[in-house]
């Protein structure tokens, strides 16, 4: 029989019946009265009864249970001691849960609500944490990241100066607590604090007055200048955040604002004179692309082909929409792009594609890069993978050689056994004997992984007595590691 649901169980019960059956729940399952704080904490104000007169605007738009709120972040310390092993970490985890409940506030434009949950779980964290043991300093790093969010409140909320006032005269003191141990989490806030959006440079700055604003020299206020322009975009203010992002340098960040306000042609423009780096470019020609100027968003992107590394990520995007596009050109030379910078087996087969009957050329640019950088770290790997796919065995024994982790020269082990079975067994010898002398047990297994393979060259080049006299001989030198020598019964089948 189907059970009919939740809804139409419980409409028929009046208020006392549904708090008896809730307190009867309680009582039942675990945790159940925090869960239904959280949900009231965010569920939405029920709207107000009509006033027969109008009534002052209220400063926070949800009201919040701050006492309900108050006990989740100090439930978070419960049942933990000063020696407990894992009691840092289970408690900053559960504060990163509280903060996920303020961060919609600050998000979603009400910052006057986040401040009284920020006040309450900073207060009470502040008094709590130096009782546990923070040797790992994850306690004192959650007050360091603390301090961008309570940046952020104070300055997305219109506050007057006397409530600014008392927040910073807050933040003073738990700054004042906190540096006894070292932690300096709340400087970026009272920075916020006291600065606001005052300061006379950088007025000037928002008003477009102020060529160039030099935050070399200020920390916090390079610190602040990514929440300044997030808020700034946020209240709409897309001129001031134009004119900050200009005078600091932010080219990114101001790229991406023209685009929003449609001035698509200066977004190009100032990509094409001031962006620096390829990962830039990639993000402004994403933004172009989603809100349809393809022919912009290429623009983009071939300029970004010539800006710094990395150029990866600009070089694999471009190949698909090139194409799409007709540009069959700028797909290659994204392709080729994106190989040089981060070379892959993939980008080499796609790089095939696109050349089709020039590709004899242009792989031989292709290997001749890769024997050029085999000594790199990102290119080893890639190099191992294209050398074994093209069968250049001699390539790929070249590139291990000078630089692969054991995976890449197993690999190559495996393929050069019967083209190169001399070179297989001295080079898995090699890694077996290193295991062994070090006379670490937890790592015999390879060990025997590799003799496996030295066993296998000794067979390719005829030579198995060979093998059986070399096994003798580690059979006699090892012959007191007990562990190591019923591993090499193993060999023997």
Known sequence: ERRPPLAELIVGLDRDALAALILDLDA???????QIEQLLLRRPAAPAAPAASPAPPAPRRTPVDVAAFRRQVQSAFRGYSYGDY?????????MDTLVGQIRPFIEGGDPESA?????VLTAEFSAGWTDYDDSD???????????PLWAEALLSADLPAAERAA?????????AESSDYGVDGMGLALCAAEEGWSAPMLVQAMRGE???WDLSNDYNERRLLPIRLRVLEQKGLLAEAINLAAATGQHREQALTLLRVGRIDDAVALARSRLRTATDALALATAMRTIGHVSQALDVAEIGLDLEEPRAGLGA???DLALAAGRDELALRGAETAFRSAPSLPLYLRLRELTEAAWPAQREQMLTFLRAGKGLWNVAHAAVDIFLHEGLIDDAITTVQQSAGSGDL??????????????????SQRQAEGIMESGKAQHYDSAIEWLRRTRAGFAASGRPDLWQAYLLSLRAQHRRKHKLMGLFALLER
């Open 210 to 212: 102020l060529a160039q």
């Open 86 to 94: 894992y009691a840092a970490g289970s408690i900053v985890s559960s």
């Open 410 to 427: 197993m690999r190559v082990i495996d393929a050069a056994i019967q083209e190169r079975p001399e070179w297989a067994v001295q080079a």
């Open 317 to 319: 995007w471009l190949i």
């Open 115 to 119: 401040l009284p949950l920020l006040e």
């Open 28 to 34: 039942r399952v675990p945790r159940l009265a925090e």
């Open 137 to 147: 300093g994850e306690l004192g790093g959650f007050l360091d990241e603390l301090g």
């Open 167 to 175: 927040w910073r005269e807050r933040l003073e003191q738990w700054d």
